[in-house]
């Protein structure tokens, strides 16, 4: 239904079909999804399954999959029968790059502002200093051309020194700090990279990339293409259109039209003209005093241009009666109309550079240029990057041709997996005759063959009673059981959420989906099963969490968590801001025993079996659930695999086990702030203020309790930041830094001889 997933039919019995579906409709020749069943009435192919299934796009970013193919010599399909939904073991996810605003058939040019990635590499890998801007630029252009697919030209532009702008203002970009030598030097090896990547090079003598971008862009839609610009330079915002985006390769976003018209006030073309009177400090073009930012959008978005207010201004039109607000800031331009008009000329670009588009065709990647490129360098981690990728695609287009074919796509031929290196503790086991230790878990997004719709609709729940656990699965059960925890405002409520649809390599915030949570608030209560308390919110169930919303809410219930931020973050996604905040046992832990990061962690495994809780320790979900991923004679190998939880919730062969698994989280979560505050009362503390003795608890209460809370906060909200001053903050802080490298390393070389004499 609502996941991320490719689907396929298999053959559902018409018994096993729910009640409530409703009736086959024998005119239609398409496929139509409604809730977990489909209805098919005709071998017509291909067919779509439309929205009630996310349009998906493979892991590899082969691209997306809106159409599936169902093989038509089988025999299992049968006409006016329904189908139940099935997941197949294909990895599949949502695209990592985000949508292209053109999307019109016209041909596509990609123009990349070479120099400002070449900068953006250069500070970002400064460790690297032999070699690091040609590292990053690598990796960043390799990027792109995966992630801007797909485009018919494409070319990186680069920067000469401006002669035409230096006669104009000899200041112009005066300030800028010298370029260190480690930098200059890569520049032959950044050209090397751009050819071994079969990208062409545009460099124009006396002339800056931005003009070459200009040229080629206004030159490409005079042909009929669409024009994507990779930069972030304000100055070339100028030449946004219909027809011409930018690209930020920082947050991965296109910016149209409305992103200038925000940071400026004025269209795209009207952008130099603001420009003009604002200045530019990371160019040192100087801003006519007296006229800020909003003044200059006011007057630009009324006259349109400066020639025309200045025009306006000489004939009279414009006096201190008819613009009161703004005569000051039209007097003091048009008393400066020489640096105005001089100011205009440095920021509009250059559109009439020689430009033929037809030299910029894509060519194929030349592997093995770019592969000797790499290792010449010595970028191992670039080529290893490449490899994986080159794997990923192979793998998903057999497994896509074994779906194709009506096969399980595990069955598709394996590319044959080079044999791994042996690692350290391998070597010690055999060298001593001992067991070779057991390989690590292999989680994939989508592994094993997953649970059918009429698999989960075969689970019993009436028989599916855990020992000391409260199901909650409807909403009448979860009115009573919050009407019971209401009243419980004197007491801890540990709690957990068990989650999917997460990407962990970004923040919490805006991501995630519960499928259940837990809540226990100690032996002592029963609230019908138990005192272990779980909420089932995946598929028929979904929404039942819904109506603990007021419980969540409570802020005088005191609510602990491990790890609150990610549970506070989730939870909101389900409509739901938790209030009451009674603890987080990471945070407690941490005040506990610092020194746990480099010995033991502070995860719940690792903290509930070291402080040897009654409730014992947590086993992890690879331990619990994982299996051994069979070999293609059918024999299990070294290599483990995991369920997706989805399938772990609905699967009659974990149920009962994912449950013991969910609410020992929220058990062993309320033991473990009990132990912490036990061992925190132990510690003293001597705040500084008070007479009275203080312990580590007293802290925790004071400071880091709402300290905690106050983080959260902040993450949800976010930061603002003003990018320009930013950046200019950057290359200020940049040359700081090599100046006060430079101090520290004079200073070493003469302490060493003041030393040796």
């Avoid at 239609?28 to 005709?42: K, Y």
């Avoid at 992103?259 to 040192?284: S, T």
């Avoid at 209030?579 to 502070?602: C, H, K, N």
Wanted: charged share 30%; aromatic share 8%.
């Amino acid at each position: 239904r609502d996941r991320d997933v490719m689907y396929r039919c298999v053959a559902q019995h018409p018994s096993s079909r729910p009640k409530n579906s409703s009736q086959h409709s024998r005119r239609t020749t398409s496929l139509r999804c409604e809730g977990s069943l489909i209805h098919l009435t005709s071998h017509i192919l291909p067919f779509s399954l439309q929205s009630p299934i996310r349009q998906t796009t493979l892991s590899g970013g082969f691209g997306s999959l809106k159409e599936i193919q169902l093989p038509q010599n089988t025999g299992s399909f049968v006409p006016s029968r329904s189908y139940g939904v099935a997941k197949t073991p294909v990895s599949v996810q949502k695209s990592k790059y985000p949508k292209h605003p053109i999307q019109n058939g016209k041909k596509h040019i990609v123009l990349i502002d070479g120099s400002q990635l070449i900068y953006r590499a250069y500070y970002a890998y400064m460790k690297l200093e032999a070699k690091g801007a040609t590292y990053g630029y690598t990796k960043l252009l390799l990027r792109l051309l995966d992630e801007l697919k797909p485009y018919d030209y494409i070319a990186v532009c680069m920067d000469h020194k401006s002669k035409m702008r230096k006669d104009l203002l000899p200041e112009y970009k005066a300030t800028r700090p010298s370029l260190p030598e480690t930098f200059k030097s890569q520049f032959k090896w950044i050209d090397q990279a751009t050819i071994a990547c079969n990208v062409p090079i545009l460099k124009e003598v006396d002339c800056e990339a931005d003009d070459v971008i200009a040229s080629y862009a206004k030159k490409a839609t005079a042909e009929g293409c669409k024009v994507t610009i990779v930069s972030l330079d304000k100055d070339l915002m100028q030449l946004v259109d219909d027809d011409v985006v930018m690209y930020d390769i920082v947050n991965q976003k296109f910016l149209e039209t409305p992103h200038v018209v925000e940071k400026f006030g004025v269209q795209p073309h009207q952008v130099p003209q603001v420009q003009a009177l604002i200045g530019d400090k990371a160019d040192n073009i100087p801003s006519i005093v007296g006229v800020g930012p909003k003044t200059s959008s006011i007057l630009m978005s009324e006259f349109g241009s400066i020639e025309n207010l200045l025009s306006k201004v000489d004939s009279g039109e414009i006096s201190a009666t008819t613009h009161p607000k703004q005569w000051n800031a039209i007097n003091v331009i048009s008393e400066n109309r020489a640096s105005v008009k001089r100011n205009l000329q440095l920021v509009t670009l250059i559109t009439d550079l020689p430009s033929d588009i037809s030299q910029l065709g894509t060519r194929p990647r030349d592997r093995e240029k770019l592969m000797a490129f790499l290792e010449e360098m010595r970028f191992p981690s670039i080529v290893t990057q490449i490899k994986k990728a080159e794997d990923a695609e192979i793998a998903q287009e057999r497994a896509l041709q074994a779906l194709r074919e009506g096969l399980n796509p595990e069955s598709a031929e394996e590319k044959p997996k080079k044999k791994k290196k042996k690692t350290k503790a391998e070597k010690e086991a055999e060298a001593n005759g001992t067991a070779v230790p057991e390989p690590e878990v292999e989680i994939p997004v989508k592994t094993e063959p997953v649970v059918p719709i009429e698999v989960a609709k075969s689970i019993d729940w009436e028989n599916v009673k855990p020992a000391g656990v409260t199901l909650v699965r409807d909403r009448e059960t979860a009115k009573r059981v919050v009407s019971q925890l209401l009243k419980l405002k004197d007491d801890y409520h540990a709690c957990d959420t068990e989650t999917t649809a997460m990407d962990f390599d970004k923040s919490a915030v805006g991501q995630g989906r519960v499928i259940c949570a837990s809540i226990y608030v100690g032996p002592q209560y029963d609230f019908g099963g138990g005192p272990r308390i779980w909420i089932d919110n995946l598929d028929e169930c979904e929404g039942v969490l819904s109506e603990f919303k007021e419980y969540f809410q409570d802020e005088k219930i005191k609510k602990v968590w491990h790890n609150y931020a990610f549970d506070r973050h989730v939870l909101a996604n389900e409509g739901i801001q938790v209030e009451g905040f009674g603890g987080d046992t990471m945070q407690m832990a941490r005040l506990w025993d610092s020194s746990r990061m480099m010995m033991g962690g502070y995860s719940l495994g690792g903290l509930t079996q070291d402080l040897q809780l009654e409730v014992g320790a947590k086993i992890s979900m690879k331990d619990r659930f994982s299996k051994p991923k069979l070999r293609k004679d059918g024999k299990p190998g070294k290599v483990r695999v995991m369920p997706h939880l989805d399938d772990l919730q609905r699967d009659p062969e974990y149920i009962h086990d994912w449950i013991h698994y969910s609410v020992f989280d929220a058990e062993s979560t309320w033991h473990l702030r009990e132990t912490l505050e036990s061992n925190l009362k132990n510690i003293p503390w001597e705040d500084g203020f008070e007479t009275s003795p203080k312990t580590q608890w007293d802290l925790y209460q004071k400071y880091w309790l709402p300290f905690g809370q106050l983080l959260v906060d902040i993450e949800t909200e976010g930061i603002k930041l003003n990018m320009d001053h930013m950046r200019e903050v950057e290359s200020l802080a940049a040359a700081d830094y090599l100046k006060a490298k430079a101090t520290f390393l004079e200073w070493v070389v003469n302490f060493k001889l003041k030393i040796s004499s």
